[in-house]
């Protein structure tokens, strides 16, 4: 069985900080891992995956995530938080095995201050 | 390219009432998704469609919930009677086929108030 957990609800920054937002999953085979964004009154909108390719994932507005498999981790970062990154982000992972299905995670709300 | 859509974006119903939800999804995508999002949740899936057959309705409520999906292309989902829990945001994706590498693409939602 596959399961996400974000260990953060709610995470603040200040305008210009990095920003860390963690998410560890459990699989039972090589996962897939996404990171989607949720603007409020917008649909999900993805951020970066992996899929056993390259560990570390560049995706779009200066995100990236690291795949560490040893600590089933796939926290996503940013070095400088700008006031539009304030939004809900979802860690997801998906199984090949599992006919692709996906599983979400709870989400973290990301506040920027300015 | 047009992403997906739903209506409407916002339902208000009383319950025992009926209510149904539609999404079209991005052109040539052959598989459909139907989530529920409760409030400071993440979505669960409820139905999952290829082409025009339903390959994963483990979680819909049979009981109250249908869906349809007619040509493989547009697509309802049917709440009758609705209740009180089943306020959410019910949000459609779709992707070009059914894969773990796959990306989703998502419409902006229909939320539902049950009152």
């Known amino acids: 069985a596959q399961s996400v957990t974000q260990l953060d609800s709610h995470v603040s920054v200040s305008e210009g900080t990095p920003v860390l937002l963690r998410c560890n999953y459990s699989?039972?085979?090589?996962?897939?891992l996404f990171w989607y964004v949720q603007h409020p009154n917008k649909g999900l909108q993805l951020l970066l995956k992996?899929?056993?390719?390259?560990?570390l994932v560049k995706g779009i507005n200066g995100f990236e995530a690291e795949f560490k498999k040893s600590e089933t981790s796939f926290h996503l970062t940013k070095p400088s938080a700008h006031m539009s990154d304030a939004a809900e982000y979802f860690c997801?992972?998906?199984?090949?095995?599992?006919?692709?299905?996906?599983?979400f995670g709870d989400g973290t709300t990301l506040t920027v201050k300015p | 390219e047009a992403g997906v859509v739903q209506s409407p974006r916002y339902k208000i119903i009383e319950k025992k009432q009926p209510v149904a939800f539609w999404c079209n999804p991005i052109s040539g995508h052959n598989t459909l998704y139907w989530y529920r999002q409760n409030l400071g949740q993440g979505p669960e899936l409820l139905i999952r469609y290829e082409n025009e057959e339903a390959v994963d309705d483990s979680q819909l409520p049979k009981d109250r919930f249908s869906a349809e999906r007619l040509k493989g292309v547009d697509s309802t989902l049917k709440i009758q009677p609705a209740e009180l829990g089943d306020s959410a945001v019910y949000l459609c994706?779709?992707?070009?086929?059914?894969?773990?590498?796959?990306?989703?693409?998502f419409g902006p939602g229909t939320r539902l108030t049950v009152l």
């Open positions: 994706a779709s992707s070009l086929v059914t894969s773990a590498y796959n990306e989703q693409f």
């Open positions: 992996y899929t056993s390719a390259a560990t």
């Open positions: 997801v992972v998906s199984e090949y095995a599992n006919a692709g299905k996906s599983t």
């Open positions: 699989s039972s085979y090589s996962p897939s």
